[in-house]
C-alpha cells in the first residue's frame, strides 16, 4: 500500500492511497467465489454456477462492495502507519478501480489541532463563601410550608394571597387579539403572575361574579405587539380559594423524611440539605469559570467537522426541550439556524480540546474512588441503590460517562492547586445564585446593584 500527504487548508489532510491490482482483484474474486456457491439461477444447479457467469452477473456490485470496505480498512492502517489523528470521519472518493490497474482512492479529513497549554497559574477565578445563618434556614422553611400549603374555597370576594380560577376575554380596540382568551384560569392573586392591572381587576370578585376592566400591558410586557396597549377584559369568576399553610409538626416532618426527633432533627435535615445544595452551586460556579478562564487563556485551531458535530448535539438538546414543554410532547417542526449555536459550540470545542491535553500531558486518569462515590450518590435516591449501582458496573458506556465527568473535575481541581483563587465573603442566597461572584459593572453598562449586591461588594473591598 502507497500513501502519499497533502495538507489542503489548516488541519485538513488529503491521504492519497494505492492498493496494489493484486489485492484488490484477490478481494473481488474470493467474494464472487462465496457467492458462487449460495446464488441460485434459472437453468443451473445450486453451487454449480460457473464462475464467469457469476462474474457477468455480479462482478460490478461485488467490485463496488469490496472498494467500499477496502477503503474503510486501508483508511485506518493508513492513519496509523502516519500516526495521524483524524477529527472526524473521512470523505473517501475512488480514483481508480478498473480491472487491472491498483486500486487508488483519495481520504479527505480533519486532524486534531496541536494545543500548547499556558501556564495554568493564569488561571484566576472567584469562589464565593457563605455561613447558612438561622435566618437563613428561617426563610428556606416558610419557602417549604407555601410549596405545601393546601387550597380552600371560600365565598367572599378575592383578596392578595387568594387563588383566582377564571374565564375572560379581553378585546383592544373592540377587537380580539392572541392569547387574549382564556378558560378556567387559575393564579395567585398578589403574586405577580398577571399583569398588574389585571391583578387589581379580579380583587372583590367572588365565585360566580362577572365583571369587566380596563387593563394596560407594560412598556416592557414579552409580546412587543402588546406593550403599552390598553385592553378591555371580560371575566367570570369559577372560583376564589384561601390558603393554609401547613403547620411544623410531625406530620410535616415526615414529608421530607424526618421520622424521629422532632422539630430539632427537621432543622438539622433542612440545614443539610441547604449546605449541599450551596456546595454544589459553589463547585459548578468555580468549575464554570475554570472553563472560562481555559477559554479565554488559549488560542486554539478548531476542526470545523467537531464544532459542526456540536451544533447538531446543541440543536438536538434544544428540540428535546420543545418536545418536553410542547403540546402532546412533541417538538414543534423548525429548522433551526446554525448561527444560532456557532459560537457556544466553538467554545466547547476549544474547552474540551484544552482539557483533553490537560488530562493527556499529564497522563490523568478517573479516581475509581469517585467514580465509585458519584455512583452510590446517584443510586441514594433509589428503592434499591445496590441495583442501580450494579446497572452502572454492567454498563460500561454509562459507566464511562461517570468517568468522563469525575476526570472533568479532576482536571479542574488540578487547575485550582496552581490557579489564583479569590475568596469572596457572600450571603447565602448570593453565593447560591452568583450574584457574589458576578462582574462588575462598568461605566457604560451601569445598573442599579441591589443592596445584597452592594453589601457583598463593599465586603470584597474589605478584604
Not at 500516526?83 to 486532524?111: H, R, W, Y
Not at 403540546?327 to 439556524?337: E, K, M, S, T, V
Not at 476549544?350 to 488530562?359: A, D, F, K, P
Not at 479569590?422 to 461572584?437: K, M, N, P
Request: net charge negative; glycine share 8%.
Amino acid at each position: 500500500m502507497q500513501i502519499s500527504i497533502e495538507t489542503t487548508s489548516g488541519l485538513e489532510r488529503r491521504l492519497t492511497i494505492s492498493v496494489p491490482s493484486e489485492t484488490f482483484e484477490a478481494q473481488i474474486t474470493d467474494r464472487l467465489g462465496q457467492a458462487a456457491n449460495q446464488v441460485r439461477l434459472p437453468g443451473f444447479r445450486p453451487g454449480k454456477v460457473p464462475m464467469r457467469e457469476v462474474r457477468r452477473r455480479f462482478g460490478p456490485a461485488v467490485r463496488a462492495e469490496v472498494a467500499g470496505e477496502l477503503m474503510q480498512s486501508s483508511f485506518v492502517e493508513a492513519v496509523q502507519q502516519e500516526s495521524l489523528s483524524p477529527a472526524g470521519s473521512p470523505s473517501l472518493e475512488v480514483v481508480k478501480m478498473d480491472p487491472g490497474i491498483d486500486f487508488e482512492f483519495t481520504a479527505t479529513f480533519e486532524v486534531f489541532p496541536s494545543v500548547d497549554l499556558v501556564d495554568l497559574g493564569r488561571v484566576a477565578v472567584k469562589k464565593p463563601e457563605a455561613e447558612i445563618t438561622d435566618e437563613d434556614l428561617e426563610q428556606m422553611i416558610e419557602r417549604l410550608r407555601e410549596q405545601r400549603k393546601t387550597w380552600t374555597a371560600v365565598e367572599r370576594g378575592a383578596q392578595s394571597g387568594d387563588k383566582v380560577t377564571l374565564d375572560f376575554e379581553g378585546r383592544i380596540d373592540d377587537e380580539a387579539f392572541e392569547g387574549g382568551t382564556g378558560e378556567g384560569v387559575s393564579f395567585e392573586v398578589g403574586e405577580g403572575q398577571m399583569i398588574e392591572d389585571f391583578d387589581q381587576g379580579v380583587r372583590g370578585l367572588a365565585a360566580g361574579d362577572s365583571g369587566e376592566f380596563a387593563a394596560t400591558f407594560p412598556d416592557d410586557y414579552g409580546s412587543e405587539d402588546l406593550q403599552g396597549k390598553t385592553a378591555t377584559f371580560a371575566v367570570t369568576i369559577k372560583s376564589v380559594e384561601e390558603p393554609t399553610t401547613p403547620e411544623l409538626d410531625d406530620e410535616f416532618f415526615k414529608t421530607f423524611g424526618v421520622e424521629e426527633g422532632g422539630l430539632e432533627a427537621f432543622h438539622a435535615e433542612v440545614r443539610a440539605n441547604m449546605q449541599r445544595e450551596l456546595d454544589s452551586a459553589i463547585s459548578n460556579q468555580v468549575k464554570s469559570q475554570v472553563m472560562d478562564e481555559l477559554h479565554r487563556l488559549h488560542t486554539v485551531q478548531l476542526p470545523k467537522a467537531m464544532v459542526g458535530q456540536e451544533i447538531q448535539n446543541q440543536k438536538q438538546q434544544m428540540l428535546q426541550q420543545f418536545q418536553m414543554y410542547g403540546q402532546n410532547g412533541q417538538a414543534p417542526d423548525i429548522d433551526l439556524p446554525d448561527d444560532l449555536f456557532t459560537e457556544q459550540a466553538e467554545k466547547r470545542v476549544s474547552v474540551g480540546l484544552v482539557v483533553n491535553e490537560i488530562v493527556s500531558s499529564g497522563d490523568m486518569k478517573p479516581d475509581e474512588e469517585r467514580v465509585r462515590a458519584r455512583v452510590e450518590e446517584m443510586a441514594a435516591g433509589y428503592a434499591d441503590p445496590t441495583q442501580v449501582v450494579n446497572y452502572y458496573y454492567s454498563n460500561p458506556e454509562q459507566l464511562q460517562q461517570i468517568e468522563m465527568a469525575v476526570l472533568e473535575d479532576q482536571v479542574v481541581d488540578h487547575i485550582l492547586e496552581q490557579a489564583t483563587v479569590e475568596v469572596v465573603r457572600s450571603s447565602y442566597q448570593d453565593a447560591l445564585t452568583g450574584a457574589a461572584i458576578a462582574p462588575v459593572q462598568t461605566e457604560e453598562t451601569e445598573q442599579p446593584e441591589t443592596e445584597a449586591e452592594a453589601a457583598a461588594e463593599a465586603d470584597r473591598t474589605s478584604t
